[in-house]
């Protein structure tokens, strides 16, 4: 989809790119609206030309209402819009006014985010949107820093608002041969992510598609994708253990 390019009117989204009928973040068929800006710096990341936001590919609010409402019809089984990223919350005060549009109209929200910031328009916007898609990256502290050079602690204290606020949830992590693919990892996320409000827990299989797009010092340049048989060895287990 060509972005028009124009000044930051308030409140303007600064979007990495649109996926009209995407079926794999959140229920149903969805309008997926990947926002630029990422603070994290993950070594496998598939958009890591989505992390820095001087590139504008500015969208107003009513373009984006727009292009959505022609896209109401193939909500009515559950789908709505997700917006992702690179990083959504880092527009959290230019979202939350076009959230709270949506929502109006009737349309189901969720937001795809690594849980990385949890300031007053986080909070603000978190109140608004119906689903949180939560990205945790791996179960363990300094893993989680040398995969990501962010913080779980930051992570985990989001995930904690999001039970206060009794905001239901999902929970994702890709997951890496030799590197989080051991069962004791696995039920240690299962263990930490759980309450009443997570409605799904989402194993990804990692895929070494992205690679041309990364450092060739990458810890995981050139590893392979993970096996079928792993992944559902694994949900397998979670499933037991849910």
């Known amino acids: 989809m060509n972005l028009k390019r124009h000044g930051p009117?308030?409140?303007?989204?600064?979007?990495?790119?649109?996926?009209?009928?995407?079926?794999?973040?959140?229920?149903?068929i969805r309008t997926v609206i990947f926002l630029k800006g990422c603070p994290l710096r993950c070594h496998y990341c598939h958009n890591p030309e989505s992390w820095q936001d001087q590139t504008e590919n500015w969208m107003q609010q009513d373009e984006l209402m727009a292009l959505i409402m022609k896209m109401k019809p193939y909500y009515k089984n559950g789908g709505g819009v997700t917006f992702s990223g690179g990083e959504?919350?880092?527009?959290?005060?230019?979202?939350?006014?076009?959230c709270k549009r949506l929502k109006a109209e009737g349309i189901h929200v969720a937001l795809d985010t690594s849980g990385c910031i949890l300031n007053q328009d986080v909070k603000v916007l978190l109140e608004v949107v119906d689903l949180i898609i939560l990205d945790v990256k791996h179960a363990e502290s300094e893993a989680?820093?040398?995969?990501?050079?962010?913080?779980?602690?930051?992570?985990?204290?989001?995930?904690?608002?999001?039970?206060?606020?009794?905001?239901?949830?999902?929970?994702?992590?890709?997951?890496?041969?030799?590197?989080?693919?051991?069962?004791?990892?696995?039920?240690?996320?299962?263990?930490?992510?759980?309450?009443?409000?997570?409605?799904?827990?989402?194993?990804?299989a990692?895929?070494?598609?992205?690679?041309?797009?990364?450092?060739?010092?990458?810890?995981?340049?050139?590893r392979p994708s993970l096996s079928e048989k792993i992944?559902?060895?694994l949900q397998e287990m979670i499933q037991k253990n849910v």
């Open 144 to 204: 989680y820093t040398a995969l990501t050079g962010g913080a779980l602690s930051k992570t985990l204290e989001f995930l904690e608002f999001i039970k206060a606020i009794h905001k239901p949830y999902w929970i994702r992590q890709v997951i890496v041969p030799d590197y989080n693919d051991q069962k004791s990892l696995v039920l240690k996320l299962e263990c930490l992510t759980k309450s009443t409000y997570r409605q799904k827990l989402e194993l990804l």
């Open 9 to 28: 009117m308030t409140p303007a989204l600064n979007v990495f790119h649109i996926e009209s009928m995407g079926t794999l973040d959140g229920p149903g």
């Open 206 to 222: 990692f895929h070494n598609t992205g690679m041309g797009k990364w450092q060739w010092n990458s810890p995981f340049w050139n």
């Open 88 to 98: 959504p919350l880092l527009q959290a005060r230019k979202l939350e006014p076009l």
């Open 231 to 233: 992944l559902v060895e």
